[in-house]
């Protein structure tokens, strides 16, 4: 290594010439990659309502329902006028209103009323409508504007187009406040102005080109476009520092700039590289999942930890050497005191915190996994967002609706007659739209126009659309996407088909679910080796991933005791998030405690310990715990929202327990660590006695 080294900085222009190239070219294609908004697009593609969505594109032109629209004071001809506008709206595939379930030209007081009321009610109009994806962000603008300031629009294609519009806002403002605290906290820990301006540059230009990158993948989700370069600054900070904090170690026993920042990129490898390691294979348990959101934030953050071990190595030493008399002349005094005294405290608290640990663990991991769980996106607006009011409105005088889709054989249609009555006999169905229910079995298909059959029948298939009264997910909900399709089984045993958001929402949260378990242990278990080969001992590892499990798990246990639900996907990622990017904290300090014990006693190396790795493990800490709060409080989306507060609190106790709880481990397990670490070479009891003496 030290003859790659010693090529970097002996040609450090020529390679920020060749860094600048590269942030060019990956700026540019930053604009090419696409960003996906839809949480179920993620799915497997072997799961039923995939297949069912993919049997339905290819059978038929509309898809599945996605947006309600309300228009509030109108009367029935001015409603059907309101429907040929919405079907007018570019984008807008098809449009179902109650001239599509009853006859409106006959007296309302003699139809159903259940099918009346699903349409019409209190003078409100409440029109079903499908938007297509490639116009979906001006098709709902078109569709906000006819409905009206009075009107309201819900949906998943509405919430999606919020999304996209509000996202990318919201974005910049998160990078601008985790840029500036970034700035603010190195200007406090380093030695003179212009280092934080050269660690901002050297991570601008990871994030730069991991973005730019993003363009392999074709897309990438939006908790990956929101969260991913914030994560990635946050995550990758200590590198820059703990490389910069080395350089000037080594400039004290080597004059030479050059000569001292080979000797620093030497001794740090090790360290960023098993801090990096740890990061990264946190990041790619995530890659284990079957659900593809998981898999698409996993590999885009883990190319960027790589990206930023690489920028760190290369560029970063070339830029400090081309800066090397700039930082020299801004020199200023130190911000921070010395944080013996807080060493000191560590170690009067240090047992009774451990204490403390060892009580809520268990009621922590327990606690942990009772949460209760949101796995789709009906509710990532809350209340007092346009989207929360709108859906409120549309729900307060029309109740909570979904609409399925089924496709079953063509041809029989009393099977077809029969299917139609089981569904209408289920409480929660508000109305069914198929060629039996709306022409009726004793007219030939051939007497219908072919626009209209169309829509009801396929050259296979026959169409089922059905409304019912439900939300999309909860416990109600998944037990009538249950109930329906035992219906669909019992007539047409595996040759049905059935989608809809409710049945989308059932499968997710059936294969995130059945993620959980096996993304953990594929995280814990590769940290613990990666650990374990790094510091050739038995206990560490334990140790280490022991403290950090116990801070994720009470981080996932506060939801549970406020009684507040939980979006799963957060949940699901933030677990590997944390263990990956705090996992640091724990090995940095546990790597100082080795190495002072070789001539310490064992207090005495906690003190010291404590003391050298605050400044270090708080700068990157706190960097994670204000990027996880500014994406809760900044973002509208409540995943993003919930995922970032998740980071937030889990990278206070995670920093917490390093310098509050770890200290006490090492002071009771030293000698557990002295016998199961081989090369420990701890200072010999014999020595610690005449020490104290």
């Not at 949480?39 to 039923?48: C, G, K």
């Not at 005094?333 to 170690?347: E, G, I, Q, T």
Request: charged fraction near 20%; hydrophobic fraction near 50%.
């Amino acid at each position: 290594m030290r003859k790659f080294y010693s090529l970097v900085v002996r040609n450090p222009k020529k390679l920020l010439a060749l860094f600048a190239l590269l942030v060019i070219a990956a700026a540019v294609c930053q604009t090419g990659v696409a960003v996906n908004y839809n949480v179920t697009d993620y799915l497997p593609p072997d799961t039923p309502s995939t297949e069912a969505l993919g049997v339905l594109s290819a059978e038929f032109a509309g898809g599945i329902p996605n947006a309600r629209c309300m228009v509030r004071d109108v009367s029935l001809p001015e409603a059907l006028e309101i429907k040929e506008r919405l079907a007018a709206v570019p984008g807008v595939e098809a449009v179902t209103w109650l001239d599509d379930a009853a006859d409106v030209l006959a007296p309302l007081e003699t139809q159903d009323k259940r099918t009346v009321e699903t349409y019409y009610k209190d003078g409100a109009a409440l029109y079903t409508l499908t938007i297509s994806d490639e116009h979906r962000i001006d098709a709902v603008a078109a569709v906000r504007e006819i409905a009206g300031e009075t009107g309201a629009l819900t949906g998943d294609a509405v919430s999606t187009a919020d999304a996209t519009t509000g996202t990318v806002a919201e974005v910049r403002l998160i990078t601008v406040i985790a840029v500036l605290f970034v700035w603010f906290i190195l200007t406090l820990t380093t030695s003179n102005w212009a280092e934080p301006v050269i660690v901002l540059a050297g991570l601008g230009v990871a994030t730069v080109l991991n973005a730019g990158s993003n363009l392999v993948f074709g897309e990438i989700s939006f908790v990956t476009n929101a969260a991913g370069s914030v994560l990635q600054l946050a995550c990758t900070l200590d590198y820059s520092v703990f490389l910069i904090h080395r350089f000037a170690e080594c400039l004290e026993e080597e004059p030479s700039p050059r000569e001292a920042m080979t000797d620093a990129l030497c001794k740090s490898t090790t360290s960023i590289m098993s801090s990096g390691l740890t990061t990264v294979i946190g990041f790619l348990a995530l890659v284990f999942m079957r659900f593809g959101l998981g898999s698409d934030l996993g590999t885009a953050l883990a190319k960027g930890i790589v990206i930023s071990m690489i920028t760190v190595f290369i560029f970063e030493p070339a830029l400090i050497l081309t800066t090397y008399r700039l930082m020299e002349r801004t020199r200023h005094r130190a911000f921070l005191p010395s944080f013996s005294k807080f060493a000191r405290f560590v170690s009067r608290v240090m047992l009774p915190m451990l204490v403390v640990f060892a009580l809520i663990m268990v009621p922590a991991c327990l606690a942990s996994t009772k949460n209760d769980f949101y796995y789709g996106s009906a509710h990532i607006y809350a209340e007092g967002t346009r989207y929360g009011e709108d859906t409120a409105a549309v729900e307060a005088v029309f109740g909570k609706s979904d609409t399925y889709v089924a496709m079953v054989e063509r041809g029989d249609t009393a099977r077809e007659e029969a299917l139609s009555e089981a569904l209408h006999a289920i409480p929660e169905v508000e109305s069914v739209l198929s060629y039996v229910d709306s022409v009726g079995a004793e007219i030939p298909m051939e007497y219908l126009d072919k626009n209209t059959l169309s829509l009801l029948v396929s050259e296979d298939y026959s169409r089922f659309v059905i409304t019912v009264a439900a939300d999309s997910e909860g416990e109600r909900a998944f037990a009538l996407v249950e109930e329906v399709r035992g219906i669909l089984d019992s007539l047409y045993p595996g040759a049905y088909y059935l989608a809809g958001d409710g049945v989308s929402t059932y499968d997710l949260m059936d294969t995130i679910t059945a993620d959980n378990i096996k993304v953990n242990v594929i995280a814990i278990a590769a940290v613990f080796l990666v650990l374990l080969f790094s510091f050739r001992s038995l206990s560490l590892p334990v140790i280490l991933v022991l403290s950090i499990e116990t801070a994720i798990w009470i981080n996932m246990a506060i939801p549970y005791f406020r009684g507040s639900t939980v979006f799963y996907i957060s949940y699901l990622i933030v677990s590997s998030i944390q263990l990956g990017a705090t996992v640091d904290y724990a090995i940095l300090f546990a790597d100082r405690y080795l190495e002072f014990r070789r001539s310490l006693p064992k207090r005495e190396a906690v003190l010291r310990t404590v003391s050298a790795v605050t400044v270090s493990v708080s700068t990157s800490g706190s960097a994670i715990i204000v990027v996880g709060l500014g994406l809760g409080f900044v973002s509208k989306h409540q995943i993003i929202s919930q995922l970032g507060f998740f980071l937030g609190i889990g990278g206070a106790l995670s920093l917490a327990i390093v310098l509050f709880v770890l200290p006490g481990f090492m002071y009771l397990c030293d000698g557990i660590i002295r016998r199961t670490t081989r090369g420990a070479d701890f200072l010999a009891a014999s020595k610690e006695v005449k020490i104290h003496e």
